[in-house]
């Protein structure tokens, strides 16, 4: 399989992670007991914090959001640079990395602190960006082993040499007239000489080309020069 299609089911896993734990985690109800008295407790008790009165339900409030905007932003990048992995997955591999390792240890975080359902959506998350960095590897590796290939099939196409001509001539005496000045008539005549002898004198440039028609057409009448 391609890294876009891990980068894509990891923005699709990491956007539902989003949604469940807007939804269950801070606008949830508690279920009644300590859980709810524990809540109570946090909304009860204020203080001041940097001139601003908080409670720490502001700050359970503020922190969950907090997650929900990074988790959904964190979907839409990966949904972007999924996007991007086909024509640069070599060049994106440092950064899929660097966020694989970020939800390994949000992983942990959640294992630690909180429950199973956030783990398995991290896992998995991070299982679909490492697959989405080997795979990008593995296409890379491919498209150059392919590119010898496609260069001795291609040798004889590779260099096309391009002639600017210049062609000039002899040319004879030429008069230019130019308009009566006073009523006299006035006529300049200038030289026209050889130049080049009709020889195409520009140098020969290498190009490369990828595609070469080759129009295979045929002259079988010419006429002659005092037609």
């Known amino acids: 399989m391609k890294p ?9 896993l990491t956007l539902i992670h989003s949604i469940l734990h807007t939804i269950g985690g801070v606008f949830g109800k508690p279920v009644p007991g300590p859980a709810e008295q524990a809540v109570a407790a946090m909304k009860a008790n204020h203080f001041i914090l940097m001139g601003s009165p908080r409670t720490y339900w502001d700050f359970y409030m503020g922190f969950g959001l907090g997650i929900t905007i990074f988790l959904t932003m964190e979907a ?9 992995a086909q024509a640069e997955g070599v060049r994106l591999k440092p950064i899929i990395s660097v966020f694989a390792l970020g939800y390994l240890a949000f992983a942990v975080n959640s294992f630690r602190f ?13 299982l679909c960006l490492v697959l989405a960095v080997v795979t990008a590897k593995r296409t890379e590796d491919v498209r150059r082993a392919g590119q010898p290939l496609r260069a001795c099939l291609s040798l004889p196409l590779l260099v096309c040499l391009k002639v600017d001509s210049k062609l000039c001539g002899i040319r004879s005496w030429r008069h230019e007239v130019r ?12 030289l026209i000489g050889q130049v080049d002898r009709r020889q195409p004198q520009a140098p020969l440039e290498a190009v490369v080309v ?3 028609i080759v129009t295979h057409a045929r002259v079988e009448k010419v006429a002659w020069r005092n037609a």
């Not at 308009?179 to 200038?190: L, S």
């Open 114 to 126: 909180f429950f199973l359902a956030p783990v398995i959506f991290e896992v998995l998350i991070v």
């Open 76 to 84: 839409m990048v990966f949904w972007l640079l999924a996007s991007l």
């Open 210 to 212: 990828k595609q070469i």
């Open 4 to 12: 876009a299609v891990f980068l894509r089911i990891a923005s699709v």
């Open 179 to 190: 308009p009566a000045e006073r009523g006299q008539k006035i006529v300049k005549r200038c």
